[in-house]
């Protein structure tokens, strides 16, 4: 199965334009948005950005940021799907996501404490299917990896992705929310994914094998 992942676009439709035709050059079976569509913007303007993915014949699957509104949750188009606090399989794997972030000093649109983002998180997992790899989608990282340290070197990823990362052992994780932090790491035997900001160009092609995931950093600018 052939990924293409972005996060972070913050409202620049160029290059959710640009993201789309790279998932039609590449011949991408799912597309997935790890949050903050908008840059503090309005649910009609979410809504604009997420419609232009439907022009695409493959599943689109988002969590919201915290720099999108919370009423995204609700919105589900054509193709479209959001997956904050829920579980949806294609093939032999399963997707499963957590939008928002923990609290941050921004006082941002959307953030939820610990306790919630587990409660979701448990929630989505009541949908997996025993022996079935899956992916998770969130738009925070996990705490105290490479992908949640910020350009002062303080780790400001959730507890609670943390955790429920080292309990389950999903096959691969997908998150953004840090710009600063894009890269891989590992916790056990999870891969973990920052592609950077969208709106800078960055994103990810991933392939996953039977027993591994084959990730290539690209530019939307080449």
Same mark, same amino acid.
């Given at each position: 199965?052939?990924?293409?992942?972005?996060?972070?676009?913050?409202?620049?439709?160029?290059? #959710?334009? =640009?993201?789309?035709? $790279?998932? !039609?050059?590449e011949h991408a079976e799912i597309a997935l948005i790890c949050g903050d569509i908008t840059n503090f913007g309005t649910l009609r303007e979410a809504t604009h950005l997420l419609s232009l993915f439907t022009r695409i014949s493959i599943p689109v699957l988002f969590v919201p940021g915290n720099c999108d509104p919370p009423s995204l949750l609700g919105v589900d188009l054509e193709g479209v799907r959001s997956l904050h606090g829920k579980t949806v399989s294609y093939g032999e794997v399963s997707f499963l996501g957590i939008g928002g972030s923990p609290p941050t000093p921004?006082?941002?649109?959307? !953030?939820?404490?610990? !306790?919630?983002?587990? #409660?979701?998180?448990?929630?989505?997992? !009541?949908?997996? #299917?025993?022996?079935? =790899?899956?992916?998770?989608?969130?738009?925070?990282?996990? =705490?105290?990896?490479?992908?949640? $340290?910020? =350009?002062?070197?303080l780790h400001v990823g959730s507890v609670s992705v943390r955790r429920f990362i080292e309990d389950k052992e999903p096959f691969v994780v997908f998150c953004g929310h840090i710009h600063e932090a894009k890269g891989k790491d590992r916790i056990k035997n999870t891969i973990l994914v920052n592609p950077g900001p969208a709106r800078d160009g960055d994103y990810v092609s991933a392939y996953l094998e039977k027993d591994d995931v084959v990730v290539e950093f690209g530019s939307l600018y080449e």
């Amino acid at each position: 199965m052939k990924l293409i992942v972005g996060s972070d676009f913050h409202g620049n439709e160029a290059m #959710v334009e =640009r993201f789309i035709a $790279r998932a !039609e050059e590449e011949h991408a079976e799912i597309a997935l948005i790890c949050g903050d569509i908008t840059n503090f913007g309005t649910l009609r303007e979410a809504t604009h950005l997420l419609s232009l993915f439907t022009r695409i014949s493959i599943p689109v699957l988002f969590v919201p940021g915290n720099c999108d509104p919370p009423s995204l949750l609700g919105v589900d188009l054509e193709g479209v799907r959001s997956l904050h606090g829920k579980t949806v399989s294609y093939g032999e794997v399963s997707f499963l996501g957590i939008g928002g972030s923990p609290p941050t000093p921004f006082h941002t649109p959307f !953030e939820i404490d610990e !306790e919630q983002i587990m #409660v979701e998180l448990n929630r989505a997992a !009541e949908g997996l #299917v025993d022996d079935r =790899r899956f992916i998770l989608l969130s738009h925070a990282p996990p =705490r105290d990896t490479r992908l949640d $340290r910020t =350009r002062f070197y303080l780790h400001v990823g959730s507890v609670s992705v943390r955790r429920f990362i080292e309990d389950k052992e999903p096959f691969v994780v997908f998150c953004g929310h840090i710009h600063e932090a894009k890269g891989k790491d590992r916790i056990k035997n999870t891969i973990l994914v920052n592609p950077g900001p969208a709106r800078d160009g960055d994103y990810v092609s991933a392939y996953l094998e039977k027993d591994d995931v084959v990730v290539e950093f690209g530019s939307l600018y080449e």
